[in-house]
């Protein structure tokens, strides 16, 4: 009868632990546009995100190579990247100086040269067609001493590129975080990616570009916040290799009680 107890407690808490991987999880996801030199037409847009669609939470992982970088992967998705994807509202997006109605919803704010609603998220005045791809990626935070860039001060490069490429290949898009001049926890700003999305940092940080010769500057460009929400979430289902393992290994356990059981009565 103990034995048999016995079997049912495991039994319970094995499963219990197996059922626990497939609990609700919340995500947490900020959509970007980025508007290039003209500060009125968006070209990239995408979303950063702080678990994978299964609801697995994305911590980074350190370079060996490079002790300054630090990657979480895939934590973008729906990249997009193109001339024209929208147009934003933006007084140099105007043919006349009064801005249309859309651009100016009730509690609007404007912070020159870009109107934003009152959640703070930037206004798009017009959304056009988009028949490119969509790319996941990967996010790269490395710390650059002494930026040139940004006249020797410390700064945060984020880079992203297409999910699976190396470093080497070519990226995506680049921005730099100029974190001094930032009331920033700057070790947060690199490891945390939940930090990034609360203190929305993309937003602060300024678009780098390369030119011809292979040297980077800073664009006018601005990295924008679109939209910013949580999302309930569910793990991957238990897969049937662990469902195989559980049953196997009750299975294991009764033979291994009825084989004592029958030792101890004869």
Do not use: W
């Amino acid at each position: 009868m103990k034995l048999m107890m016995a079997l049912a407690a495991t039994t319970l808490i094995v499963t219990s632990t197996f059922m626990e991987t497939a609990v609700a999880q919340r995500r947490t996801r900020n959509g970007h546009s980025v508007t290039g030199s003209n500060e009125a037409s968006v070209d990239i847009q995408f979303d950063l995100v702080n678990a994978t669609r299964d609801g697995v939470y994305i911590n980074p992982e350190r370079d060996s190579a490079n002790p300054n970088l630090v990657v979480f992967r895939g934590a973008i998705e729906n990249y997009k990247g193109g001339f024209g994807l929208a147009a934003a509202c933006s007084r140099f997006g105007f043919v006349d100086s009064e801005p249309p109605a859309v651009c100016k919803p009730s509690g609007y704010t404007y912070i020159d040269p870009y109107y934003f609603d009152s959640s703070g998220f930037l206004i798009l005045r017009e959304v056009y067609t988009y028949s490119g791809s969509l790319y996941d990626g990967d996010l790269y935070a490395e710390l650059i001493p002494n930026d040139p860039l940004f006249r020797g001060r410390d700064t945060i490069e984020y880079k992203i590129l297409k999910s699976g490429e190396t470093p080497e290949a070519e990226l995506l898009t680049r921005y730099r975080l100029d974190f001094s001049v930032l009331d920033i926890n700057r070790n947060q700003a690199q490891n945390d990616l939940t930090y990034i999305l609360q203190q929305n940092l993309f937003s602060k940080a300024k678009v780098i570009l390369t030119d011809f010769d292979g040297s980077l500057y800073e664009d006018i460009g601005a990295v924008l916040l679109q939209n910013s929400f949580e999302e309930d979430i569910k793990n991957i289902p238990e897969s049937q290799t662990q469902t195989g393992v559980l049953v196997l290994g009750i299975l294991g356990l009764i033979l291994f009680i009825k084989r004592k059981v029958k030792h101890q009565t004869s």
